[in-house]
C-alpha cells in the first residue's frame, strides 16, 4: 500500500568523496551555489558542469542517479522554458542559461545528499552554524532535535501505515475510494496519529531526562568528525572555482 | 543488609485518583525484587515517582540520598532504567548513538565513552548491530540495546518496567539470562515489574501490588503458595509451581519443583 | 468460509525487495481456532494482511470463501470481503478517534451509509458479543482500562458481523485477569457464533489450550501445519528456529525423551496431573 518514501537517497560507496568531512562538504556546495548564481555566460555554465562531472566521477555514485534526480523536476524545467519562451519572451541563450542554473543547482545538491548520510549532513549544518552560538541560539538542542526527528520518520511511516490499515478493516479505504472517503479516511488517521505521537513525545522527554540529558552543559561531541588535509583540498578547490567563474564574468 | 531504596509515606494522586495512599516500601542493596499487579495498581506510578518523573509527596531516599530537585540528576546517574516501548526510548540515530547518549550527557570524554560503549555491547553480544538504524531492529532487539544504554552508566539500580511484553519471548529469555547473570557478578539491585509470574522465579522477593498497596511481600515461593490472594487476582502461577502444588496435594511430590529435570527424575527415580 | 492459501509468495515493494513470504500452501480450518506462530520476522503479519486484501500476493492466489485474491490486480467488491473478515490489528485501541463507545463501534458501519437506528441493535449486540453491557455505550474510549479498550475496539470489528475474525497479537500488554477474560471471549465466538479464528501469538502459554490448528512460519516459509499433536510432537525442529514452545509441551517432552513415556497432548496441569498419575 506504502511505497517506502525514500528521503534523501544515501548511495553508498567507498569513494573520496564520501570520506570528506560533512561540514568541508556543505561549506563547498555553498560556496559553489554561489559560483552558480553569479555567473551569465553559458560558455562558463558549461565549464562548471565539465567541473561536476569529473566530481561526479570521483563520487563514483552512478550518473544514471543524478539524470533519475534532473528527471524528477522535469516538468518546472519544462514550465520554465515555456513560461519564459512564451511570456518572458526571452532569448533562447538566456532560458539556457536558467536551466543550467537549476540543473547545476540540483547536481550540486544531489551531489551532497548522494554521498553524505543525512546525520552527517545535520552534523555538518550544525557545524557551520556554530558561530551563531554567539548570539546564544540554541544550536546544539536544535540540531538534536532535527536528529531526533530524522530517526523517526520511517517509525512514524510504519505507524501511519498501521493506523490506515487498522480503519481499512473497518471498511475506510484510502486508495479504493472517492474523494469524500478520502477525506473521512484522512480524520480517522489524524486523531490517532496525533494522541500516539503526543504519547511517543512525553516518553522520549522522559527517557531523556532519565538518561541525564541537560547533566551538564558541555555534552561531549562523539562524532567529532576529523579535519584532514583533503578536506581543505576540497573547500580550496571550491574556493577557485568561484574565483575562476567572478574573473570569468568580470571579463 | 543495606537499604538502597526507601520509601515513606508515599502519596500521590493522578487527578481524582488516588494512586498512593501512604505507601511504605524498603529495598536492600542487591535484592531482586519484582514487582506484580493488574493494570492500574500504580506499577509504573512508583517507577516514575522514584526517577523524579513524577512528583508526589514523598519521603524517598535512594543510596541515602532524599530525592529533590537538587539531587535528581545524581540520583539517576545511579538508575538504569528499561520501559516497556523499544521504539519510543530509543533516542539515537544508531545503536552506538543512543548507547553513548547518556554518556555523552554527562560529558565523559571520548575515548572513555567509546570504551565503555564496546564493552557493554561486546558483553551483550551486540556488537555486529551498533551501526545499524532502529526501524532496521526488530522490537526485542531495541530492548537489548535499551538494556545497554542503561547499563553502559555503571547504575547501582536497574529497573526494569514490563520490558518484555512488547517482544518475542526469544528475547525475553536471553535478556533474563543477561540479568541473571549481572545480578550474581556485579551484585546490582534489580526491579523487574512484570504480568507474568514466570519471570519473578529468578527474583529474590516478589511483591503484589493491587490499588496502591501491597498486598503481599515475600519470598515468591512463598507468595506463590498464598492461594485466595492469587485466586483473587487472577494470577497466573508459573507452570512448575502450579504442577508442583498439584502434585503435592496428591503425595506425587513432597515440595515446590523449579526444574523440569528434578522433577521428572523423582517422579520416575 | 473457507480460507485456502495456494503457493502464496509477497515481496516487499521496496529498493532492496525482499521476499517476506515464500511459497505458503496451506489451510485455515472453518470455526475453530487457528493460531500462526513463529518468530519475529517470519511473516505472520504479512501473511494475515493477505487473507483480507489488505495486500496482495505477489505470486499464487489465496481462495476466502467466493473471493479468489491474486488473479486480478484489483479486488472487486473489496468492503464484501472486509464485512466477511475482520481484522483486529495488535494495539487496536490506538485507533480509535471517536468520542463515545458508540460512535466508535458505528465507525465503520456508518461509513457504509447504515442508518442509525439499524446500527443501535447491532452496536449493543457486538458489545455483548465482547462481555461489555449497554452502560458503556457514552463512555470515552480513552477513559476504560486496557482490558475493556481491547474489547471495544474488537467489538468496532465485530460490528460488521464478520464470518472469519483474526487477531493479530490480542493479549499483548494485558494484565493476568483481562488476558484470561480475552482468552473466555475467543472461546465464545468459536462455540457460541461459530466464528473462524485466526490468531497470530506469541503468548502461547495462554493460547495453547484453545488452538485447534496450528501454522507454523519461519523465515517467510510454511515449517509445520496440523493439530496440537503434529505440530508439537518434536520441538527440536521449532527451537532450533528460536520458537519459544509452551512450557507444559517442554515438559512432556522432557518426559518422553527422559523417561520414554508418553503422557499425551494435555493443556493444562490439572489434567497433567492426572497423566502423570497414572503413569507413575
Known amino acids: 500500500m506504502f511505497k517506502r518514501v525514500m528521503f534523501c537517497k544515501y548511495y553508498h560507496s567507498n569513494s573520496l568523496l564520501h570520506q570528506i568531512n560533512p561540514t568541508a562538504k556543505i561549506i563547498s556546495a555553498i560556496i559553489l551555489l554561489i559560483s552558480c548564481f553569479i555567473i551569465n555566460s553559458v560558455w562558463l555554465y558549461l565549464l562548471l558542469i565539465l567541473f561536476f562531472i569529473i566530481v561526479i566521477y570521483v563520487s563514483k555514485v552512478p550518473i544514471k542517479m543524478f539524470l533519475y534526480s534532473i528527471r524528477n ?13 512564451l511570456i518572458m519572451r526571452l532569448d533562447i541563450i538566456n532560458i539556457t542559461i536558467i536551466i543550467l542554473k537549476i540543473i547545476s543547482l540540483v547536481i550540486i545538491s544531489s551531489l551532497l545528499t548522494f554521498t553524505t548520510k543525512i546525520n552527517s549532513i545535520n552534523k555538518g549544518i550544525e557545524n557551520v552554524l556554530y558561530p551563531l552560538k554567539i548570539l546564544k541560539l540554541p544550536i546544539s538542542e536544535i540540531a538534536l532535535i532535527i536528529s531526533l526527528t530524522i530517526r523517526f520518520i520511517p517509525t512514524i511511516f510504519t505507524q501511519a501505515e498501521k493506523i490506515l490499515k487498522s480503519q481499512a478493516s473497518r471498511g475506510v479505504d484510502f486508495r479504493n475510494d472517492n474523494f469524500k472517503g478520502k477525506i473521512i479516511a484522512l480524520s480517522s488517521m489524524l486523531i490517532p496519529m496525533f494522541i500516539l505521537s503526543f504519547k511517543r513525545a512525553d516518553d522520549l522527554a522522559n527517557i531523556m ?21 583533503n578536506d581543505t583540498i576540497v573547500v580550496i578547490v571550491s574556493i577557485f572555482m568561484l574565483l575562476l567563474c567572478v574573473v570569468g564574468e568580470v571579463i | 543488609m543495606k537499604k538502597i531504596i526507601e520509601i515513606k509515606d508515599l502519596r500521590y494522586n493522578y487527578g481524582t485518583n488516588v494512586v498512593f495512599n501512604g505507601l511504605n516500601l524498603d529495598i536492600n542493596k542487591g535484592e531482586w525484587v519484582s514487582i506484580v499487579g493488574p493494570n492500574g495498581s500504580g506499577k509504573t506510578t512508583l517507577i516514575k515517582l522514584i526517577l523524579g518523573i ?15 530537585k537538587k539531587t535528581l540528576m545524581e540520583i539517576r546517574k ?92 526469544y528475547y525475553k529469555k536471553d535478556i533474563l539470562n543477561i540479568l541473571k547473570k ?42 506463590f503458595q498464598q492461594e485466595k490472594i492469587i485466586e483473587q487476582l487472577e494470577l497466573d502461577l508459573p507452570f512448575m509451581v502450579d504442577l508442583s502444588l498439584k502434585l503435592k496435594f496428591y503425595n506425587l511430590v513432597d515440595k515446590i519443583y523449579f526444574s523440569t529435570n528434578e522433577m521428572v527424575n523423582h517422579l520416575w527415580k | 468460509m473457507e480460507i485456502e492459501f ?33 518468530p519475529s520476522g517470519s511473516g505472520k503479519t504479512t501473511f494475515i494482511e493477505l487473507i483480507n486484501g489488505l495486500l496482495l500476493p505477489s505470486k499464487g492466489k489465496i481462495k476466502v470463501g467466493n473471493f479468489i485474491i491474486g488473479d486480478k490486480k484489483k479486488i472487486k467488491n473489496i468492503k464484501q470481503l472486509r464485512f466477511d473478515v475482520g481484522l483486529v490489528f495488535q494495539f487496536p485501541e490506538e485507533q480509535f478517534f471517536k468520542e463515545t463507545v458508540k460512535k466508535e463501534i458505528a465507525f465503520g458501519m456508518e461509513y457504509f451509509k447504515y442508518k442509525l437506528n439499524v446500527l443501535d441493535k447491532r452496536i449493543i449486540d457486538s458489545l455483548k458479543m465482547v462481555g461489555l453491557d449497554e452502560s458503556y455505550l457514552n463512555c470515552n474510549p480513552l477513559e476504560l482500562s486496557d482490558g475493556e479498550k481491547r474489547k471495544v475496539a474488537i467489538a468496532s470489528i465485530l460490528v460488521f458481523n464478520p464470518k472469519v475474525l483474526i487477531l493479530d497479537e490480542p493479549t499483548v500488554g494485558l494484565d ?55 505440530v508439537f510432537k518434536n520441538i527440536r525442529l521449532l527451537k532450533k528456529h528460536n520458537i519459544v514452545v509452551p512450557k507444559i509441551v517442554e515438559f512432556i517432552n522432557r518426559v518422553k525423551e527422559k523417561k520414554d513415556i508418553k503422557l499425551g497432548d494435555e493443556d493444562n496441569t490439572r489434567d497433567l496431573m492426572k497423566a502423570i498419575y497414572r503413569n507413575v
Request: proline share 2%.
Open chain 1, 73 to 85: 523536476i522535469k516538468m518546472l524545467l519544462i514550465f520554465l522554458i515555456v513560461f519564459n519562451l
Open chain 1, 209 to 229: 531526562e532519565v538518561r541525564l540529558y541537560g547533566y551538564t552543559d558541555k555534552r561531549t561531541d562523539c562524532d567529532i568528525d576529523k579535519w584532514t588535509k
Open chain 2, 54 to 68: 513524577l512528583k508526589g509527596q514523598n519521603h524517598i531516599h535512594i543510596d541515602n540520598l532524599k530525592l529533590n
Open chain 2, 78 to 169: 545511579k538508575i538504569g532504567i528499561v520501559f516497556q516501548n523499544p521504539d519510543n526510548q530509543f533516542v539515537g540515530d544508531t545503536v552506538k548513538t543512543d548507547i553513548a547518549f547518556s554518556l555523552e550527557n554527562i560529558g565523559l570524554d571520548k575515548k572513555e565513552i567509546n570504551k565503555r560503549v564496546d564493552e557493554i555491547a561486546s558483553f551483550l553480544k551486540i556488537e555486529n548491530i551498533l551501526d545499524k538504524e532502529p526501524h532496521l531492529l526488530s522490537g526485542g532487539e531495541k530492548q537489548k540495546v535499551a538494556l545497554a544504554s542503561a547499563l553502559v552508566i555503571n547504575p547501582k539500580i536497574l529497573i526494569l518496567d514490563e520490558a518484555f511484553s512488547m517482544i518475542d519471548p
Open chain 2, 182 to 223: 549481572i545480578h550474581r557478578s556485579k551484585a546490582l539491585t534489580i526491579i523487574t515489574i512484570t504480568h507474568d509470574l514466570e519471570d519473578t522465579l529468578l527474583s529474590n522477593r516478589l511483591i503484589i501490588l493491587d490499588k496502591g498497596n501491597i498486598v503481599i511481600d515475600g519470598k515468591p515461593i512463598d507468595v
Open chain 3, 6 to 38: 495456494k503457493n502464496v509468495s509477497y515481496t516487499y515493494d521496496s529498493i532492496e525487495k525482499k521476499e517476506v513470504l515464500k511459497e505458503i500452501t496451506t489451510k485455515i480450518i472453518k470455526e475453530k481456532i487457528n493460531i500462526i506462530l513463529g
Open chain 3, 176 to 230: 493476568n485477569k483481562s488476558r484470561k477474560d480475552l482468552v473466555r471471549l475467543i472461546l465464545r465466538l468459536k462455540k457460541h457464533h461459530k466464528k473462524t479464528v485466526i490468531i497470530v501469538s506469541h503468548d502461547l502459554d495462554v493460547l495453547y489450550p484453545i488452538g485447534d490448528n496450528y501454522i507454523v512460519l519461519s523465515e517467510g516459509k510454511l515449517l509445520k501445519n496440523g493439530n496440537r499433536e503434529e
